[in-house]
C-alpha cells in the first residue's frame, strides 16, 4: 500500500477569462462563417478562467518558429513544475535529500534530456534518484504517474517517490486550427503543474492507494492524442471520447468489486477525476451511476482553472483534501487519455493519525 499527502499546484501569472479568450477569438476569426458557433462551444465548455505562461496578446501566434516554442515550452514548464515539487516537499515536511524515486510528466513539447533532468538539477535530488519521465498519455498522467508511484514504493521498500506533472497547453493552441474541435480546445485548456509525495506511510492526512486498474480500449488510437506538424503539435478529440469512456465505466465497477474488501459495499463514496469537459464528466456520472455530486469538486475545477492536462487529477485531489471524505471512506481516481487508454486507483481517505 502507499499513501499520498496533499498535492501543490502551481499557476502561472496571466490569468484569461472567457469573455477576454472569446475577444481574442473574434479579432483573429473576424469574418469567419463559424465564428457564432465557434463562440458557442467555447461558451459551452463552461470553463470561466484559465491561466496561461504568456500574456493572451501572445498566444495563437502560428509565426512562431518550433524551435522557439519548444524553448519557450520548457522554460514555462520548468519554471511552473519546480515551484510545484518545491511546494508538494513542504507539505510533506521533507527535502530533496529524501526523495528516492522521481516520476514527470508532460503532455506538451519534446525535448532530450527531458524535465525531469532539468527538474533534478533544479531540485538538487540525489544523483542516485530513479526516474521514470512519460509524455504520452495525455490527460490520464496524473493518475499514470500515481500508479507509476505505487509501483515504485512495491519495487523498492521505503522509497518515497516525487510525482511533478507539467502541462502548458497554450504554446501549441494554433491560429490555424480553426475547426470546430480546435475552438473546443481553445476554450478548455489552460497552463498548469502540480506535484505530490507518494509514500509507504504517513501521520498527517492522506489518502492511501491501495489498488490500481489499467485499460487500454480496442481500436481506439483515433479519437483523441496530438500529431506534429512543421509548427509543432496539434490536438484532437472526437466526439465518440464521452461513449467509450461511459461504456468502459462498468469494467471499473467490476474492477473494484474484485478488490474491495470482504464485506465492503465497492461502490466508491467519492471521485477524484481528470476534469476532461462537461461532457467526459456527465460520461463518469452515466458510466458509475453515481451521484453527479461526486465530480462537483473536477466540475469546479474545469470551470476555475480549465482542462490542464495531467495536472487535473492533482488539482481535484488537492481540493479533496480540502473538503475531505469521511475517515474510512473509499473511493476512485479516475483519469483518461490517448489510446483511449484508463488510469484508475482504489483510494482510502485517513485524517490525521
Request: hydrophobic residues 40%.
Amino acid at each position: 500500500m502507499s499513501v499520498v499527502t496533499a498535492p501543490v499546484v502551481t499557476l502561472p501569472r496571466h490569468q484569461v477569462t472567457t469573455d477576454e479568450l472569446l475577444d481574442r477569438i473574434t479579432e483573429l476569426y473576424e469574418g469567419h462563417p463559424g465564428l457564432a458557433v465557434a463562440r458557442r462551444v467555447v461558451r459551452s465548455t463552461t470553463v470561466r478562467a484559465r491561466w496561461y505562461t504568456r500574456p493572451l496578446e501572445e498566444q495563437f501566434d502560428d509565426t512562431l518558429p518550433l524551435a522557439e516554442r519548444t524553448r519557450r515550452h520548457l522554460e514555462d514548464s520548468l519554471d511552473l513544475a519546480e515551484k510545484a515539487a518545491r511546494g508538494a516537499l513542504v507539505e510533506a515536511g521533507l527535502t530533496a535529500a529524501d526523495i528516492d524515486g522521481l516520476v514527470v510528466l508532460s503532455a506538451t513539447g519534446h525535448t532530450m534530456p527531458g524535465l525531469d533532468v532539468f527538474l533534478m538539477e533544479r531540485l538538487d535530488l540525489p544523483p542516485s534518484v530513479r526516474r521514470i519521465p512519460v509524455t504520452q498519455v495525455g490527460c490520464g498522467g496524473g493518475v499514470f504517474a500515481l500508479v507509476r508511484a505505487m509501483d515504485m514504493v512495491a519495487a523498492h521498500p521505503g522509497a518515497t517517490v516525487l510525482v511533478v506533472c507539467a502541462d502548458v497547453f497554450s504554446h501549441y493552441l494554433h491560429r490555424g486550427d480553426a475547426g470546430l474541435d480546435g475552438m473546443i480546445l481553445k476554450g478548455l485548456f489552460g497552463d498548469a503543474a502540480g506535484a505530490c509525495v507518494v509514500r509507504p506511510e504517513a501521520q498527517g492526512p492522506r489518502m492511501e492507494l491501495t489498488h490500481s486498474w489499467e485499460y487500454l480500449h480496442p481500436d481506439s488510437r483515433d479519437l483523441v492524442g496530438s500529431r506534429t506538424e512543421g509548427d509543432g503539435l496539434h490536438a484532437y478529440n472526437s466526439p465518440k471520447l464521452r461513449n467509450v469512456i461511459e461504456g468502459t465505466m462498468p469494467r471499473i465497477l467490476e474492477w473494484l468489486e474484485r478488490v474491495a474488501p470482504p464485506g465492503t459495499d465497492p461502490v466508491p463514496r467519492f471521485v477524484v477525476s481528470h476534469t476532461g469537459g462537461p461532457r467526459i464528466l456527465d460520461a463518469i456520472v452515466g458510466g458509475l451511476g453515481c451521484d453527479p455530486a461526486m465530480v462537483d469538486l473536477a466540475r469546479d475545477s474545469l470551470r476555475e482553472l480549465g482542462n490542464v492536462g495531467s495536472v487535473s487529477v492533482l488539482d481535484v485531489l488537492e481540493r479533496t483534501f480540502v473538503k475531505s471524505p469521511a475517515e474510512g471512506d473509499h473511493g476512485l481516481v479516475l483519469a483518461a487519455g490517448p489510446g483511449v487508454s484508463l488510469f484508475a486507483a482504489r483510494a482510502v481517505w485517513r485524517p490525521w493519525q
